[in-house]
């Protein structure tokens, strides 16, 4: 019998005020409690019991005792309730890492319904450039990635489709005249700086029409999407920006995309998910996101911002 068990037995005999009526409560054999107070008792060098006409008592020992046992089976027993509710799904905590657009766009609608769900369930969401979550993902700091570059990993998964669009302030499209692709190097243009997916995505796409990095017109570098969006909003220039991060902006006619004769950039989001470090609360909430995910849509007909995860 374990000394968790032991302090068990010890804890009925206070109860009871008896050996035997302990015994007969454990199912065991009053030997077998005799057995288990006496060692208690040469472990801590002092008697825990007075015997008694009526049985038996705490001693000023066993009193401290008991107290600090009591709290012990309160804790473990919380603890045993709580990883039954890890164990079911209903509790626990989800850290995941994401790259700016899904972290910032994609999974706080889903997540808030997912949430609705699982009310017992806490997610923390970072966000940082790709190659950094990847990182902190194979170091274990997230059991579930979601990144803009595609991850040297079989087990990885695409999720959601992206397209990068050209938007610029609605007083400056009339002045944009793009007959051709080339046209474009004549922008005052807004970038990410490197790293990032949605740079290395566009300057890939970019290269692959003939154009370089080199002969873009790029008047401003800034590290993130708001900022770009902050500058174009401002009139400093265009930008490329993901259509998930502008289709507010566009839809109140703050922002316009223009149309880039023979350019049209997309890509895919992919999901990777630890299974070594899947309690079954990030299960759920991973298979949830691969339910929600439609790769195979149309990037110009984004997926669902309010589409609910069960």
Same mark, same amino acid.
């Given at each position: 019998?374990?000394?968790?068990?032991?302090?068990?037995?010890?804890?009925?005999v206070?109860?009871?005020?008896?050996?035997t009526?302990a015994?007969?409560?454990?199912?065991?054999?009053?030997?077998?409690?005799?057995?288990?107070?006496?060692?208690?008792?040469?472990?801590?060098?002092?008697?825990?019991?007075?015997?008694t006409?009526?049985?038996?008592?705490?001693t000023?020992?066993?009193?401290?005792?008991y107290?600090?046992?009591r709290?012990?089976?309160?804790?473990?027993?919380?603890?045993q309730?709580q990883?039954?509710?890890?164990?079911?799904?209903?509790s626990?905590h989800?850290?995941?890492?994401a790259?700016?657009i899904?972290?910032?766009?994609?999974?706080?609608?889903?997540?808030?319904?997912?949430?609705?769900?699982?009310?017992?369930?806490?997610?923390?969401?970072?966000?940082g450039?790709?190659?950094a979550?990847?990182?902190?993902?194979a170091?274990?700091?997230f059991p579930?990635a979601?990144v803009?570059?595609?991850p040297?990993?079989?087990a #990885?998964?695409? $999720?959601?489709?992206?397209?990068?669009?050209?938007? +610029?302030?609605p007083d400056? *499209? =009339?002045?944009i005249r793009? &007959?051709?692709?080339?046209a474009m190097?004549?922008?005052?243009?807004?970038?990410?700086?490197?790293?990032?997916?949605?740079?290395q995505?566009?300057?890939?796409?970019?290269?692959?029409?003939?154009?370089?990095?080199?002969?873009?017109?790029?008047?401003?570098?800034?590290t993130?999407n708001?900022?770009?969006?902050?500058?174009?909003?401002?009139?400093?220039? #265009?930008?490329f $920006?993901?259509?998930?991060?502008?289709?507010?902006? +566009?839809a109140?006619?703050? *922002? =316009?995309?223009?149309?880039? &004769?023979?350019?049209?950039?997309t890509?895919t989001?992919y999901g990777?998910?630890?299974?070594?470090?899947m309690?079954?609360?990030?299960?759920?909430?991973?298979q949830?996101?691969?339910?929600?995910?439609?790769?195979?849509?149309?990037?110009a007909?984004?997926?669902?911002?309010?589409r609910?995860?069960d």
């Amino acid at each position: 019998m374990s000394y968790l068990q032991a302090l068990s037995v010890f804890c009925a005999v206070a109860e009871e005020g008896s050996f035997t009526a302990a015994a007969k409560r454990l199912g065991l054999t009053q030997p077998t409690v005799s057995f288990h107070i006496d060692n208690l008792e040469k472990n801590f060098g002092c008697p825990l019991f007075m015997r008694t006409a009526k049985g038996v008592e705490l001693t000023v020992y066993g009193q401290t005792l008991y107290e600090n046992s009591r709290r012990v089976n309160a804790i473990l027993e919380e603890a045993q309730n709580q990883i039954k509710a890890l164990v079911a799904g209903t509790s626990g905590h989800i850290p995941v890492g994401a790259s700016t657009i899904p972290g910032e766009y994609i999974l706080p609608g889903l997540t808030a319904a997912f949430l609705r769900r699982h009310p017992g369930v806490k997610v923390s969401i970072t966000t940082g450039d790709s190659q950094a979550i990847l990182a902190a993902y194979a170091s274990g700091q997230f059991p579930i990635a979601i990144v803009g570059t595609k991850p040297d990993d079989p087990a #990885a998964q695409p $999720l959601w489709q992206d397209e990068l669009v050209l938007v +610029v302030h609605p007083d400056l *499209l =009339a002045e944009i005249r793009l &007959p051709d692709l080339a046209a474009m190097t004549h922008l005052p243009l807004i970038l990410r700086k490197a790293p990032s997916g949605s740079r290395q995505t566009l300057l890939a796409a970019l290269a692959a029409n003939g154009i370089a990095v080199d002969r873009l017109n790029v008047v401003l570098e800034v590290t993130g999407n708001a900022a770009i969006k902050q500058a174009v909003l401002q009139q400093a220039g #265009a930008g490329f $920006l993901s259509r998930w991060a502008v289709q507010d902006e +566009v839809a109140a006619g703050r *922002l =316009a995309i223009v149309n880039v &004769p023979g350019l049209r950039i997309t890509r895919t989001f992919y999901g990777l998910c630890n299974p070594s470090l899947m309690p079954t609360t990030v299960s759920h909430y991973w298979q949830a996101l691969v339910t929600s995910a439609d790769p195979s849509a149309d990037s110009a007909d984004l997926p669902p911002a309010q589409r609910q995860l069960d």
